[in-house]
């Protein structure tokens, strides 16, 4: 392999570790070092893609973040791939393979490319204008966009790599480690305080580490000679910790700040293997120093954006810093200096430069003498009019700028090249500025938006040039000063640091550069990344658009996954020029978290599938698995739902479960329900002002069910609730409602009710429950607990006895959510397993049935009993329940009292509860179906809902509950539920289907 | 993500916290008295503030207090955190 374009001795690639890889199935090398962009460049290889609407072929035309084009595919694997991933960022390893993105069938030759022949047909708004009519079409169009939008590829399978969390601490945050934020780090953690630094790179030292030119020194030697002399010296600070490969993604409030760490992408795949791939960094900070930088900005004109136009800086860093020429013979073209420090960088590598295309009349700063005298050809006051070249450029044309610079005078001339450096001066990165709710003002000397000092939130600073400082004088003399006013700090070891440098700060800024072609033949590309160019800007302002957030969305200026890093002030510029406004007025877009695109696997760390959320099991959970039952999840609980068994169904397991219970015993876990200890001289006050019913006088020792209210008077939980002595109730709540239940009884007593001595405890998980109902539930229990008298006088139903089974105390409620004669066993957890079988086998010779949440739920419906969150939806009173009974209408206060006579709440055409039978014994309500009167109204008026909906195996018939408008007086009444390819015929009926005398209870 | 200085444990991630709304609402101790539109006003109306507003938090993930903040919806800041039943330290 020879690599021509490869320059020999630099110290930031290893020439002794070829790497191979591979990109669009072709093989190449390169070395340990590169990015895959400054590896393709090597190859000679600049088409990387294809452009997003007018499939123009693209190139690399950054070293960074910012990149629009270089936007690749990385491995083909289904469950790694990685999408979206920029060629500038990803270092490159062994067995790379990458794939352009945006092109089809390939890249050199795209069937797309048609689009940039039907340009004039694909104006700013194009999508919105044509796509939008007939909607019929839609589906035409949407295959054609997803086909050509040029994004990548998700992965189809699972991610298989780990992913970390880490929450981090220090009393300081550097953000950036160029020159501004070594020197920050180094003041900072000298001065005893806790540093963390960071950095996307996998290098310390930004731009400044490879700047090796003789006009700009410190202390008489080079900067990066300096600069590396500090890195090697702060890696001793024994309170600073440096990340490198690590970016900041989002900077919120009260400096929370998230950061992404690459642990492994730059290793190849042998040496991923049981490493965690990245890490989320939580970083509460108790002050940040920005220190991001500030990025290049192109120039707009006619055909801007052919493969070999690059940022003048990306060239420079590619021949400092990777040894790589990206073209034999290049040209600049600039408004200011920078390119001069380039062509300089070039020089000495024996780069052939054609010429300098300089915007201004002349500069006469060190660094333009400098490059003068290598007798550089430079036109001043020119411009470029046209590029040429399909797949790479191979021509320019410049011509002589008017005094006003807003036309072109004199004659063409045509230079041949193969390579373009552009630079229209540089925007400081105030992205993390503005998420932290950092305000921008504008200096127009050099048209920058630049952090403003009094409308920065506090424990904050940003230096160095994305604090709008671009000299290396005025970066380290800034840097070292605001640092030590932020951090107290009296003397610095910079305090006397010797600086030289050359840069003339003039630069002459024309937003959109003219060509000797009227705008409408020209393309000049604003944004690379959503192919919207200067005249998309320009339509969008004549069609009458003038918020610049307005016109971003329109011409889709800025809305790439690069969130216009290169575009935004280019646009903001042409807004302001055409519409005569103020750029400082105009404002600038919203930058949003994240900076750069964070992996989904980034976000939720290690919180995935069995850790995604906590599990709760009862202490009989390992019984109900070995019994095979199915689970269903309330909540975070884990219920066992039912247990089939012989291969039934779910059908015929709930039927079998439910006809058992009814016809001898049952047994049910019920530990899920929320339990609440209560105590205190006031606790039957308390219970008085919570429930709607009366408390004070339930005896020591009687249970009674509560429905609680919100203040609103829509029924919010219910339970029930047992006296266990003078001054200590437990009530129970619904699995779902326990911690909500108990953070409203809180708020209640700490903030109404602070008078009252009460005290509520969770005891959830301390006690389990069983349930065991049905005839034969008295034989079982007189088994498990010979000692206790179960007749009914002295143990009635709803009352409750202490007892004990096995030596272990435990508590007896009789009371029962299915109609039939049952009772709860409340033990304390540890043992319920044990009494749990104790249960099972006194219940043997009964056919004792374990029955799952499906069946509990049929039973109570059988019964008419509701079930909160299911037949309620937080719009139901308890009058719209047909429970008026267990309202108190002489208490003097409960909590949604007063809004039950609300005049909505009395309104009689409440959708109301009512049972529902359908016509055909067996035909099944579905739940969530609605009711009508009549089939062919238009619009149809829908009455209600069907809110539970079974077959019951103890009627043998189909039952429903509904809520319906003015249900109450409909008994009787016959209506249609409309299905997909039937109307099924339905009566309505009273709530309570099975035992309306309520005789089994004391069966 | 701001930092709630909660006046029984001291400093702790917003994560611990749940949002009561809008502070020094007293639940009438009458409500039976009241018109329609006096119960509406405590039940529904909320003033919502863009700037310093009076909150009440509860360290739900913590000592499942109930107190009071001062907060500017603005920028997060906020100016005080004081007690249930306790005065605002700063004027309403
Ligand atoms: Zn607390």
């Given at each position: 392999m020879t690599q021509e374009l490869r320059i020999n001795?630099?110290?930031?690639?290893?020439?002794t570790t070829r790497l191979s890889f591979k990109f669009n199935g072709e093989k190449l090398y390169g070395y340990k070092g590169d990015t895959l962009a400054s590896a393709l460049l090597a190859n000679?290889?600049?088409?990387v893609g294809r452009s997003f609407k007018y499939h123009r072929p693209r190139g690399i035309?950054?070293?960074?973040?910012?990149?629009?084009?270089a936007i690749v595919q990385i491995?083909?694997?289904?469950?790694?791939t990685d999408p979206n991933v920029r060629a500038t960022e990803i270092e490159l390893y062994e067995g790379l393979e990458a794939f352009s993105q945006?092109?089809?069938?390939?890249v050199k030759f795209d069937?797309?490319?048609?689009n940039n022949l039907l340009s004039p047909l694909l104006p700013a708004g194009f999508y919105y204008k044509t796509f939008m009519?007939?909607?019929?079409f839609w589906e035409k169009y949407e295959f054609f966009i997803r086909h050509s939008a040029g994004l990548g590829k998700s992965p189809t399978k699972p991610d298989p790599d780990i992913y970390d969390h880490k929450h981090y601490h220090c009393d300081v945050l550097v953000v950036g480690g160029g020159i501004s934020g070594i020197m920050a780090a180094k003041l900072s953690a000298e001065n005893n305080k806790d540093t963390l630094l960071l950095d996307d790179?996998?290098?310390?030292?930004?731009?400044?580490?490879?700047q090796n030119n003789d006009c700009f020194k410190i202390d008489d030697n080079h900067t990066n000679y300096w600069l590396e002399k500090e890195i090697k010296n702060i890696?001793?600070?024994?309170?600073l910790t440096i990340k490198t490969r690590?970016?900041?993604a989002a900077y919120h409030g009260y400096n929370y700040l998230l950061a992404k760490e690459?642990?492994?992408?730059?290793?190849?795949p042998d040496e991923r293997k049981?490493?965690?791939r990245q890490r989320l960094w939580k970083i509460r900070a108790k002050k940040v120093i920005i220190a991001t930088g500030s990025i290049e900005r192109p120039l707009i004109f006619n055909?801007?954006?052919?493969?070999?136009?690059?940022l003048s800086s990306a060239i420079k860093k590619f021949i400092d810093?990777?040894?790589?020429?990206?073209?034999?013979e290049i040209s600049l073209f600039t408004n200011?200096?920078?390119v001069y420090e380039t062509a300089i960088s070039l020089k000495k590598s024996g780069v052939n430069i054609i010429s300098i295309i300089d915007i201004r009349d002349k500069s006469s700063s060190k660094i333009v003498e400098e490059v003068e005298k290598h007798n550089i050809k430079i036109y001043w006051n020119h411009t470029i009019v046209n590029t040429e070249g399909y797949r790479r450029i191979s021509f320019i044309e410049i011509m002589k700028l008017s005094d006003d610079g807003s036309g072109v005078i004199g004659k063409k001339i045509k230079l041949k090249t193969d390579c373009l450096g552009i630079s229209g001066g540089w925007t400081p990165m105030v992205h993390l500025f503005t998420q932290s709710g950092g305000k921008l003002k504008f200096r127009s000397d050099d048209n920058v938006f630049l952090p403003d000092k009094n409308k920065t939130p506090s424990d904050q600073i940003s230096i160095g040039s994305c604090n709008g400082d671009f000299d290396i004088k005025d970066i380290i003399l800034n840097s070292n000063k605001d640092v030590k006013t932020f951090l107290g700090i009296?003397?610095?070891?910079?305090?006397n640091l010797k600086v030289e440098s050359s840069k003339e700060k003039m630069k002459r800024n024309i937003w959109l550069l003219p060509s000797d072609k009227p705008i409408g033949k020209t393309k000049p590309f604003l944004d690379f990344q959503n192919d919207s160019t200067a005249k998309d800007v320009k339509l969008a302002l004549r069609e009458g658009f003038k918020s610049i957030e307005h016109v971003k969305r329109y011409t889709t200026t800025g809305m790439g996954t690069d969130q216009g890093k290169l575009s935004n002030m280019h646009a903001l510029g042409i807004i302001a020029e055409t519409t005569g406004t103020n750029m400082g007025e105009l404002g600038t877009t919203t930058f949003r978290p994240p900076y750069t695109p964070l992996t989904f696997g980034a976000i939720v760390g290690r919180n995935v599938?069995?850790?995604f959320d906590h599990t709760r099991k009862t202490a009989m959970h390992n019984w109900h698995v070995q019994n095979k039952a199915k689970f269903e999840n309330v909540g975070q609980w884990k219920r066992a739902w039912y247990y089939p068994k012989n291969g039934e169904t779910m059908f015929e397991a709930v039927q079998r479960e439910s006809k058992a219970a009814r016809e001898s015993v049952g047994i049910l876990d019920a530990s899920t329900l929320g339990k609440i200890d209560i105590q205190g001289t006031d606790a039957s006050e308390f219970l008085n002002r919570v429930y709607t019913n009366a408390w004070?006088?339930?005896?020591?020792g009687k249970c009674r069910y509560g429905l609680m209210l919100n203040e609103d008077g829509m029924v919010y939980d219910d339970g029930v609730t047992t006296r266990l002595g003078e001054n200590h109730y437990i009530m129970t709540t619904t699995t779902g409602g326990a911690a909500n239940v108990l953070t409203k009884l809180e708020d209640y007593l700490q903030t109404?009710?602070?008078?009252l001595d009460v005290y509520l405890t969770t005891v959830t998980d301390h006690f389990s429950t069983i349930s065991i109902c049905g005839p034969n539930s008295k034989k079982i229990l007189s088994k498990v607990i010979?000692?206790?008298?179960?007749?009914d006088e002295k143990f009635p139903h709803m009352s409750f006895k202490n007892s004990i089974i096995n030596r272990i105390k435990c508590r007896v409620m009789r009371i029962s959510f299915t109609g039939e004669h049952s009772y709860e066993i409340n033990i304390q957890s540890n043992y319920a397993k044990n009494v749990w079988e104790l249960c099972m086998d006194a219940g043997k010779n009964y056919n004792i049935t374990p029955y799952g949440t499906e069946t509990m739920h049929l039973l109570r419906a059988e019964k008419g009993f509701i079930i909160t969150g299911q037949d309620t939806?937080?719009?139901?009173?308890p009058s719209d329940l047909q429970?008026?009974?267990?309202?108190?209408?002489?208490?003097?206060?409960?909590?949604g009292k007063r809004s039950l006579y609300r005049s909505d709440t009395i309104r009689d055409d409440r959708k109301q509860l009512v049972g529902l039978l359908t016509d055909d014994p067996n035909e099944i309500l579905e739940e969530g179906a609605q009711i009508v009167e009549?089939?062919?109204?238009?619009p149809v008026e829908m009455l209600g809902h069907v809110t539970s909906s079974y077959f019951s195996p103890n009627l043998n018939k189909s039952i429903a509950l509904a809520v319906m408008k003015?249900?109450?007086?409909?008994?009787g009444k016959k209506f249609f539920v409309p299905m997909e390819n039937k109307n099924i015929n339905v009566t309505v009926t009273d709530t309570?289907?099975?035992d309306k005398e309520n005789k089994r209870l004391n069966a | 993500m701001f930092i709630i200085n909660c006046p029984y444990c001291g400093e702790r991630d917003q994560t611990e916290f749940s949002s009561g709304g809008e502070a020094h609402i007293v639940r009438p101790k009458?409500?039976?008295?009241?018109?329609d539109d006096e119960w509406a006003e405590f039940l529904f109306m909320r003033?919502?503030?863009?700037g310093i507003q009076f909150e009440r938090w509860n360290h739900s993930h913590g000592c499942r207090k109930w107190f009071n903040v001062v907060r500017?919806?603005?920028?997060?800041?906020?100016h005080a955190v004081y007690k249930m039943g306790e005065k605002p330290p700063i004027n309403k």
């Open positions: 001795n630099n110290k930031f690639i290893d020439q000679n290889i600049h088409l035309m950054t070293c960074g973040s910012e990149e629009p084009n491995g083909n694997d289904p469950s790694l945006n092109c089809w069938p390939n069937i797309g490319g048609i009519w007939p909607a019929s790179k996998n290098t310390l030292g930004g731009t400044t580490i490879y890696k001793n600070i024994k309170n690590t970016s900041l690459n642990i492994t992408d730059h290793l190849s049981d490493k965690i055909n801007n954006d052919r493969p070999g136009i690059m810093f990777y040894g790589v020429k990206t073209g034999r200011n200096d920078s009296e003397n610095s070891s910079f305090d599938g069995e850790f004070s006088k339930l005896a020591i109404e009710w602070p008078e010979p000692d206790l008298d179960l007749s939806d937080g719009t139901m009173t429970m008026d009974w267990i309202i108190g209408k002489k208490k003097f206060d409960f909590i009549k089939l062919n109204q238009k003015s249900g109450k007086k409909l008994k309570v289907f099975f | 009458q409500p039976t008295e009241l018109s003033k919502n503030i863009k500017d919806t603005s920028n997060d800041k906020i």
